[in-house]
T-cell receptor
Framework: GDSVTQMEGPVTLSEEAFLTINCTYTATGYPSLFWYVQYPGEGLQLLLKATKADDKGSNKGFEATYRKETTSFHLEKGSVQVSDSAVYFC??????????FGSGTKLNVKP | EAQVTQNPRYLITVTGKKLTVTCSQNMNHEYMSWYRQDPGLGLRQIYYSMNVEVTDKGDVPEGYKVSRKEKRNFPLILESPSPNQTSLYFC???????????FGPGTRLTVL
């Protein structure tokens, strides 16, 4: 069945470091792909999305490109800030039926 | 203010005592969904609804019921809670055409 796998955390970086969080998906077709962020004590917020192959989603300096060949949707940011510390979830969905989430990657950014 | 609300936010109960967690949204969203979040497992979808009177099972529906009698409300019912349903529960909603889910603040449930 469909699933999403993302790298285990926690990931600890110094401020201004480059961030990559890996995400791969398994699916029978071409789902929409999402990154959500969860700050402590809060619900999830959509960070970015891509709906078809080669689409690049971007928001707040974060980017992710839908790679059909490698079934991946890796999250990147060129220069992280302390305020980016949170848990990041990769997710997939077909036409708003079922959603599949990864296990989450906790990011700690140190000043 | 556009939002998804859940009640209660925290609940401690005992095995077998029926409970309902309410979810309400004020954005006229067609799509609503329930998730549970467990350490190391991420979010798993319990049930979802594409519109009033239309509901379907997610990945982990066992032990849960839902109803969608009104567009704004999507309650989650645990008829006979068990300790393995101790978890953090999130409700979410979305306009179907916009493909973005708005999440509630979460309900932390403990079943003793």
């Amino acid at each position: 069945g469909d699933s999403v796998t993302q790298m285990e955390g926690p990931v600890t970086l110094s401020e201004e470091a480059f961030l990559t969080i890996n995400c791969t998906y398994t699916a029978t077709g071409y789902p929409s792909l999402f990154w959500y962020v969860q700050y402590p004590g809060e619900g999830l917020q959509l960070l970015l999305k891509a709906t078809k192959a080669d689409d690049k989603g971007s928001n707040k300096g974060f980017e992710a490109t839908y790679r059909k060949e490698t079934t991946s949707f890796h999250l990147e940011k060129g220069s992280v800030q302390v305020s980016d510390s949170a848990v990041y979830f990769c997710a997939s969905s077909y036409n708003f039926n079922k959603f599949y989430f990864g296990s989450g990657t906790k990011l700690n950014v140190k000043p | 203010e556009a939002q998804v609300t859940q009640n209660p936010r925290y609940l401690i109960t005992v095995t077998g005592k029926k409970l309902t967690v309410t979810c309400s949204q004020n954005m006229n969203h067609e799509y609503m969904s329930w998730y549970r979040q467990d350490p190391g497992l991420g979010l798993r979808q319990i049930y979802y609804s594409m519109n009033v009177e239309v509901t379907d099972k997610g990945d982990v529906p066992e032990g849960y019921k839902v109803s969608r009698k009104e567009k704004r409300n999507f309650p989650l019912i645990l008829e006979s809670p068990s300790p393995n349903q101790t978890s953090l529960y999130f409700c979410a909603s979305s306009l179907l055409k916009q493909n973005e889910q708005f999440f509630g603040p979460g309900t932390r449930l403990t079943v003793l």
